[in-house]
């Protein structure tokens, strides 16, 4: 069982914070079934209804199919669509009609899976990462757990209904989350319009435009919205993903099973609209954090100290007005950590007499071995190489020692002869 540190730190004096404006959330005028803000800098959730409800997401499925096929792949790269990426989809939904054989860029299958929507351009991104449209979904599936989506489940890369490829609105917003910090995902999410150029199938060019209202000019425009993607099948109804900034502030908007096409644009300007005016950022230095060093253990042997790992600052969202030396620390960590298993340290901020805290940060911790640990061993002999050099070492001292018998049997002799030949002189 492990023991834990109460590491409780108090940030001056302890004053109850409220939202400057006090304005509360209008659940009662939010139609959408599910729906999750999130801050994008720490994760942390501001607004939420059934947030770990599952729902049909349709092709907001797009976001991690195309940051999935980004991550680690150059945007220039030339692919041939295979019948299986062509023929897969059916041909009364979205698709841009590309043919077997087509060669085209990444680039070119990126913005038409987010901007057209186009089911085929989506399947192209898939092989392409995947090598098959079968071992893609498994790499959804495996980066959904990574992330911790605990109640999501893909089946293709387009987002096409099935039963069994489903998502929530708070597993949805971790995986958008993850996707904006993909080297050329926030370009593709942001795009407006693009251009795509004849191919060795296509002479025409092929024109792309968002259909995402609250990034373009239109009567549901909302300004600082940076980028999204929309999804509609009769089973999901209306599924949108939408990312705006205001205020030092990025947060992450979805709401899904929403009944009608402008619902989704209202409810997601009324969320933004609640979070911006009543949430602001804090940052803290590592070293205002309640972090301690803890002992590390190889067995029942110290082997040296785990330390937090923690570069740069932790930003986090407060209700406006909230002072900073108001917030409530407290660390969780064991007394002790294991050799090669993560110690589970955890840091909560929490305002003063609330019930849940504001946030909560998984912290990082890093090997200090000591100094005996860390010292290069010198390299011992095997006990067999030693009774190896026995016999040898025996032989040479042997040798030594008939080598001084014969030098000292010599000198004598030499002695003697002298002395003879001085008696025969006299």
């Given amino acids: 069982m492990k023991r ?55 092709s907001i499925t797009k976001v991690l199919t195309v940051a999935l096929g980004l991550e680690g ?26 043919t077997p054989g087509e060669e085209v860029s990444l680039n070119d299958m990126t913005h038409a899976a987010m ?8 399947n192209a991104v898939a092989e392409n990462a995947g090598g ?7 790499m959804m599936n495996g980066k959904a757990k990574e992330l911790g989506a605990q109640n999501t489940n893909f089946v293709n890369a387009n987002g096409l209904y099935d039963p ?27 795009s407006i319009e693009y251009k795509m150029g004849p191919t060795n199938k296509q002479p025409e060019e092929r024109n792309f435009g968002t259909y995402h ?13 940076d980028g999204g993607k929309l999804g509609w099948t009769p089973e999901s109804h209306h599924t949108i993903v939408t990312v705006a900034h205001r205020g030092g502030l990025e947060l992450i908007c979805v709401a899904l099973n929403t009944k009608t096409q402008w619902e989704k644009y209202k409810d997601s300007t009324k969320l933004f609209d609640y979070c911006f005016e009543n949430f602001e950022p804090v940052s803290f230095a590592a070293a205002e954090l309640p972090l301690p060093e803890l002992p590390l253990y190889s067995g029942e042997e110290q082997a040296g100290t785990l330390v937090p790992d923690l570069a740069g600052e932790v930003r986090l969202a407060v209700p406006k007005g909230t002072a900073k030396e108001s917030l409530l620390l407290q660390c969780d960590a064991p007394g002790r950590a294991a050799d090669g298993e993560d110690p ?17 940060l998984p912290v990082q911790y890093r090997p200090v071995l000591s100094a005996a640990q860390s010292a290069p061993q010198e390299e011992k002999e095997p006990a067999g190489s030693k009774i190896h050099w026995i016999p040898t070492l025996a032989v040479l001292l042997l040798i030594l020692l008939l080598v001084l018998r014969r030098v000292q049997v010599l000198r004598r002799r030499r002695r003697r002869r ?5 008696r025969l002189g006299r």
């Avoid at 901007?115 to 989506?122: F, G, Q, T």
């Avoid at 098959?132 to 498994?138: A, D, G, P, Q």
């Avoid at 990034?215 to 919205?225: K, P, R, T």
């Fill in 4 to 58: 834990f540190i109460p590491a409780f730190c108090l940030i001056g004096i302890l004053l109850l914070a409220v939202p400057a404006s006090g304005a509360a959330l209008p659940q009662g005028e939010l139609t959408s079934d599910a729906y999750v803000v999130m801050d994008a800098q720490s994760g942390q959730v501001l607004a939420a209804r059934n947030p770990d409800k599952r729902e049909y997401p349709a």
């Fill in 73 to 98: 792949h150059d945007p220039d790269e030339r692919i041939t669509l295979t019948d299986e990426a062509v023929f897969s989809v059916d041909r009364d939904s979205t698709h841009i009609a590309l």
């Fill in 115 to 122: 901007l057209a929507s186009a089911n085929d351009a989506a």
């Fill in 132 to 138: 098959t449209l079968e071992k893609f979904i498994r």
């Fill in 164 to 190: 069994q490829h489903y998502t929530t609105a708070y597993d949805m917003a971790l995986l958008t989350r993850w996707a904006l910090t993909v080297p050329g995902f926030r370009e593709v999410f942001g």
């Fill in 213 to 225: 209202h609250m990034i373009v000019e239109s009567a549901y425009y909302y300004e600082g919205a």
């Fill in 344 to 360: 589970g340290v955890r840091v909560t901020f929490s305002l003063p007499g609330a019930d849940e805290p504001l946030y909560t």
């Fill in 418 to 422: 002298r002395l003879r030949e001085q």
